[in-house]
């Protein structure tokens, strides 16, 4: 039968607990939210969902076309500049998400023969960029720049080291600026993921590399995804004006791909405008963050420490990880659960999103439900 192979994985999922489902998300759902990516909670800001609205009446329902035809509007090429100016970079591209331009930015910066140097704690998208160029990839010890510094001494050529600026599953920092050190020492580029920093680190939510003051030097190029502190959808590219000049005219995902939709665009542009009138909700998403740190720890919860708005919470097995989110959902409160594969093997993790909107108050029920819930 064709794809009979499909039913052999199915089962060994269902033997090994790691089956996912869909939950169709109820527009009033009264969970308490601690599992989106909705950082600073502009997702449902007014300005932002009339941003999009405007956007869709201006510039309909869709981009059209790619953007090389008729899939750049004014709309997209304002986000793209605010976006620059707002994180320090001098050019911005935008893709119809962060994973595209993920791919975009790792396969189009590392030619033929050329050596990828990427970190053991990378992102999926930054991993598949890896698979998809046509160089050689060597995985290095998560948040090393001893590690890439060896890696890079052992190339001759062209060379690019990536890596994610708070990694996805324990919300750590990479440490960037000694990345950049090591990179320019040998002049290497660097591309880093700031998916979760945006919104969050740095002066105003300015971002990881801004943070680090690394931003705007002309061998950093970044990654940013809109749909988690900016509350809408899509990605971008921030680097040198020529790195992003290369892009447009070598990058698949961003030629062969319909350009952003325009709600999605303005949606964007909204909520960098009301970041950078409210600086202060950048803070704040760190604040909760590590207020959630202190309260679990003190509850006895294995908690890591959070260098942005992510907080991981070690489970001790994938089922019971599961088992526990779900009695956490029973009790109110939606919490994401990483588990195999999409994390590795012996790493299972409740993950929580400290967003700048929680209360006190719903900090603390969220660390009761996880405590009382606790396998
Ligand atoms: N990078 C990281 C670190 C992410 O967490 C994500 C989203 N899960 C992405 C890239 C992909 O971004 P998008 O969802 O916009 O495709």
């Known amino acids: 039968m064709a794809f009979g192979w499909i039913d052999e994985q ?19 759902a009264p969970l308490l939210d601690l599992a989106s990516n ?4 502009l997702a449902r800001h007014p300005e932002v969902t009339e941003g999009a609205a405007r956007a869709a009446r201006t510039w309909g329902g869709g981009a059209t076309g790619s953007r090389l035809v ?3 509007t004014e709309l997209h090429a304002e986000l793209e500049r605010e976006l620059a100016g707002f994180c320090g970079f001098e050019a911005a591209l935008v893709f119809s998400s ?25 992102h999926a998208s930054l991993i598949d960029g890896c698979r998809l160029a046509r160089a050689t990839t060597r995985v290095t010890a998560h948040a090393d720049p001893d590690a890439v510094r060896k890696a890079l001494d052992a190339h001759d050529g062209p060379a690019v080291a990536v890596s994610d600026t708070v990694f996805s599953v324990d919300g750590d920092a990479a440490p960037l600026a000694a990345l950049a050190e090591a990179c320019r020492e040998h002049g290497a580029g660097l591309v880093l993921d700031d998916a979760h920093g945006l919104g ?43 790195v992003i000049e290369h892009l447009v005219n070598a990058a698949r ?33 760190g604040e909760v963050a590590r207020e959630l740190h202190t309260r679990l720890t003190a509850a006895g919860l294995g908690a890591v420490r959070p260098d942005a708005a992510v907080v991981s919470v070690r489970a001790p097995s994938p089922e019971q990880a599961v088992r526990w989110a779900a009695d956490c959902r029973a009790a109110g409160l939606s919490v994401g659960c990483f588990r195999p594969p999409s994390v590795p093997d012996g790493i299972s993790r409740l993950r929580l999103t400290a967003r700048a909107d929680l ?8 660390v009761r439900v996880i405590g009382e819930t606790r396998p």
């Open 200 to 242: 969050v680190l740095g002066d105003g939510g300015r971002g990881g590399p801004h943070a680090a003051g690394i931003a705007g030097a002309d061998d950093v190029v970044v990654t940013v995804t809109l749909s988690k502190s900016l509350g809408s959808q899509g990605g971008a590219v921030l680097g040198p004006a020529r």
């Open 253 to 285: 995902t961003f030629i062969f791909d319909t350009g952003l939709a325009p709600a999605a665009a303005g949606a964007a542009l909204a909520a960098l405008r009301l970041l950078r009138r409210e600086p202060g909700r950048a803070a704040r998403a």
């Open 10 to 28: 199915a089962d060994l999922r269902r033997r090994a607990g790691l089956v996912r489902t869909l939950r169709p998300r109820a527009a009033d």
């Open 359 to 366: 209360s006190g108050a719903e900090i603390e029920r969220a």
């Open 70 to 72: 008729t899939g750049t």
């Open 98 to 122: 962060g994973y595209a331009a993920n791919l975009a930015a790792v396969t189009a910066l590392a030619p033929h023969g050329s050596l990828i140097v990427s970190d053991a704690g990378n």
């Open 38 to 41: 909705d950082y600073l909670g």
